[in-house]
């Protein structure tokens, strides 16, 4: 049968145990969908998969703010890193949200009527570009920002990895690209949506995370944001030093556009291919090829390795933007130049 999975074969989640079942377990009780793909996806490496979901649910879910806000922040990046998958996916939750009129609008491509909601999600877009003009003002109060920086962050991570392992269709025949059918899944996740679970509960699937960056401190969103920055680094042990720091120089040099097709620094299949699967994770995920990987795996490289070093790679990009993000001080406050050194 035909699966939504590409380049991994991820266990059956009917055999979860441990911290995968938790998570699952969670996905159904406050994402709606007990077993999400763009999670499923990551189970053959549970130490990803569990940070990956407590900064999806701490942000996006049980953040601050409205929930149709977060949305189009995940939208806008998802448009910005050009995912489709997440793209239909958001889509989708904005008819949950009973927005339904503002779903079929943006699904259209088009601006939405609301300033507020024009703003938010023009903000989404603008988070592709590390250290952009259009990440400030901020288009939402301050005291919200932890929960809408959280999700932006959330999802230019998965963002690359739906696009580097799964395929671009959540329903046969790409379903949900029809309008009443987007209308029918979002009304059937509607209920789960509109309520806000407490914050917190995914932080018991973490171990010993940390309080996370200054932008979302005393939130729950600095531990699984601190969680899956330790995770997704772990990847770079796959590398060896030279190819580390080839991916660093790259990313560190890299202002947010989608590498032309004749990309000069992106190293070749065969001399370097883990280098290559981790640049490609990082900028441009929805290029890497069945060759790609095959180049890179050897016996010892199971889907567990790939899982980390796309993992890795995409985490590459994600701190690059979160480290040029400007200082947004305390809530309440101005925006100040923020300083913060360049990824080691």
Known sequence: MPTPFRHTTPPPPESATGVTADVYAQLAEDFGIERATTFVVLSSAPEILAPTWALVRESLIAGEGSRTSRQLTALGVSIANRCPFCTDAHTMFLHATGDHALAQRVARGGTPDDEAHARVLAWGKATRVPGGPGLTPLPFPR????????????????????????????????????????????????????????????????????????????????????????????????????????VQQVVRAWRGTHPPL???????????????????????????????????????????????????????????????????????????????????
């Open 262 to 344: 004749a990309w000069n620094t992106l190293p070749s299949r065969h001399d370097r291919p883990g280098a290559r699967l981790a640049l490609l994770a990082a900028l441009a995920p929805y290029r890497i090829t069945d060759e790609d990987v095959a180049a890179w795996r050897t016996p010892v490289h199971t889907d567990h390795c790939l899982v980390h070093l796309v993992a890795y790679g995409a985490f590459t990009a994600v701190d690059r933007i979160e480290r040029a993000f400007p200082d947004f001080g305390p809530a309440g406050g101005g925006v100040a130049p923020r300083v913060s050194s360049e990824p080691q």
């Open 143 to 246: 005291g919200h920002a932890p929960a809408h920086i959280g999700t932006a962050l959330a999802f230019h991570f998965v963002n690359r990895i739906v696009s580097a392992l799964l395929t671009e269709k959540i329903l046969p025949g790409n379903a949900q690209r029809l309008r009443p059918v987007r209308s029918l899944m979002g009304r059937s996740l509607a209920k789960t949506v509109r309520r806000r679970p407490a914050p917190g509960a995914s932080l018991a699937l973490l171990d010993d995370p940390g309080p996370g960056p200054e932008w979302a401190a005393g939130t729950t969103v600095g531990p699984a944001y601190a969680a899956l920055r330790t995770a997704a680094s772990a990847g770079a042990g796959l590398l060896d030093e030279a190819d580390r720091a080839l």
